[in-house]
């Protein structure tokens, strides 16, 4: 992973972990921090995370929560399309995250350098939608789909079948003619998973990571660390960086939070203790 990710109008060098910040347009997040204000309160919160020091954000139209409802192409686009105006000047990558091949289309025409999909490019049109330009693409395992995929989600052994699933799919894109250096993969934590298929992951994320593509972990206020800890989502915040830093331990790339200056602080203070 010496290589950069080729990132639509930037090269981001992965000599450090590298922070993705949330911005959802949602108004049903399930971490609570949907915007209902329109796309000024949005792009107020991008360039708050810019400063705060995220390196990429990730724009999020339509909720991926267990047991969400999908919006119309129209609706998400009418979320989206405003903010990525407004933010496509604020000196870091932009992501949409999105299952939609016309919204993927969309966004790119309008200036993103990174999709994001829970689908990993699986919907018809997808790999055609983002091929041809430079964007990077986050490709994420889910077992099921968001309104089910937490009613009984079973394994023979999830790290295996994760990884398989992830080089498959990543196998699949390139054939297609998107360069090895584009792609990001991601286990998709909460997503058709179980607590316990979750600390497995994070336990044995290395073992993504011999892939040879950068993995992108979204820990960011699950609900495993609600679980665990009987904390709300609002409450979740602590959880979420210390599983943030044992995921960059095991040799995640980039970790996907909300809480982007205290993940920075951390990352400092990891960064200090494993320089001297």
């Known amino acids: 992973m010496n290589k950069p990710l080729q990132c639509g109008r930037f090269q981001l060098a992965l000599d450090r972990p590298l922070i993705m910040g ?10 609570g921090d949907g915007l209902r204000g329109g796309a000024g309160n949005a ?19 339509e909720s991926s929560r267990p047991g969400a409802e999908p919006v119309s192409q129209q609706q998400e686009m009418d979320r989206l399309l405003p903010v990525i105006e407004g933010l496509r000047g604020c000196g870091v990558p932009l992501s949409v995250d999105t ?8 966004a790119l025409a309008a200036g993103i350098d990174m999709i994001n999909d829970i689908f990993a490019l699986q919907a018809p049109g ?6 041809a330009s ?50 990001v993969i991601d286990p998709g934590f909460g997503f058709g998973k179980t607590l316990a298929h979750n600390l497995a992951l994070l336990r044995h994320l290395d073992r993504l990571t011999a892939a040879g593509l950068p993995v992108l972990a979204g820990l960011s206020r699950k609900s495993m660390f609600g679980l665990i800890t ?16 044992l995921a960059v331990q095991r ?13 920075r602080d951390a990352l400092s203070v990891l960064k200090a203790i494993e320089d001297n």
């Not at 949330?22 to 971490?31: E, G």
């Not at 400063?51 to 724009?59: H, N, P, Q, V, W």
């Not at 009987?230 to 830093?245: E, H, L």
Request: proline content about 3%; glycine content about 10%; charged content about 20%.
């Open 230 to 245: 009987g904390r709300s989502v609002g409450d979740r915040m602590p959880a979420s960086i210390a599983a943030a830093m």
């Open 99 to 106: 299952v939609k091949p016309g919204i993927m289309a969309a």
């Open 251 to 263: 040799g995640a790339a980039i970790v996907r939070v909300h809480d982007t200056a205290a993940t």
């Open 126 to 131: 997808a790999v055609e939608a983002v091929k």
């Open 43 to 61: 792009i107020a919160q991008g360039l708050r995370m810019v400063e705060e020091g995220a390196d990429i954000l990730d724009l999020g139209a």
């Open 134 to 183: 430079a964007a990077a693409v986050c490709l994420m395992h889910m077992q099921g789909e968001p309104r089910t995929m937490q009613s009984d989600p079973r394994y023979g052994d999830v790290v295996a079948e994760v990884a398989a699933f992830l080089g498959a799919r990543a196998a699949a894109c390139t054939a297609a003619g998107i360069d090895k250096n584009r792609i």
């Open 22 to 31: 949330i911005v959802n347009l949602t108004d049903d997040s399930f971490s």
